[in-house]
Nanobody, 122 residues
Framework: QVQLVESGGGGGLVQAGGSLRLSCAAS????????MGWYRQAPGKQRELVAA???????NYTDSVKGRFTISRDNAKYTVYLQMNSLKPEDTAVYYC??????????????WGQGTQVTVSS
């Protein structure tokens, strides 16, 4: 069994221009992790990719967060982070962690965290 547990958003409120750091730790029967990423879903909108990082450290970001958000990971701890700076009200959403993860040789699947609320006030 694999779990992805997020922390750092906590349903707290942050003012525009502020910062938050989200963490997501994978645990359980993990053989390997390829891409890890953060998605978000605002009310009434589809879930969108915010940022992703490969096991080798290559990253990509959605245009709206480039220059403000930084994704990183600790492969030894199966953990991915999202440092969010210069937050804007439009960043308000539930943020979900995602991992492309193997529980055995060639046994790959996509796993999701439970989501953590980020609310940015103007």
């Amino acid at each position: 069994q694999v779990q992805l547990v997020e922390s750092g958003g906590g349903g707290g409120l942050v003012q525009a221009g502020g910062s938050l750091r989200l963490s997501c730790a994978a645990s359980g029967s993990i053989f390997s992790i390829n891409v890890m990423g953060w998605y978000r879903q605002a009310p009434g909108k589809q879930r969108e990719l915010v940022a992703a990082i490969t096991s080798g450290g290559s990253t990509n970001y959605t245009d709206s967060v480039k220059g403000r958000f930084t994704i990183s990971r600790d492969n030894a701890k199966y953990t991915v982070y999202l440092q969010m700076n210069s937050l804007k009200p439009e960043d308000t959403a539930v943020y979900y962690c995602n991992a492309d993860l193997a529980t055995g040789p060639e046994v790959w699947g996509a796993y999701w965290g439970q989501g953590t609320q980020v609310t940015v006030s103007s």
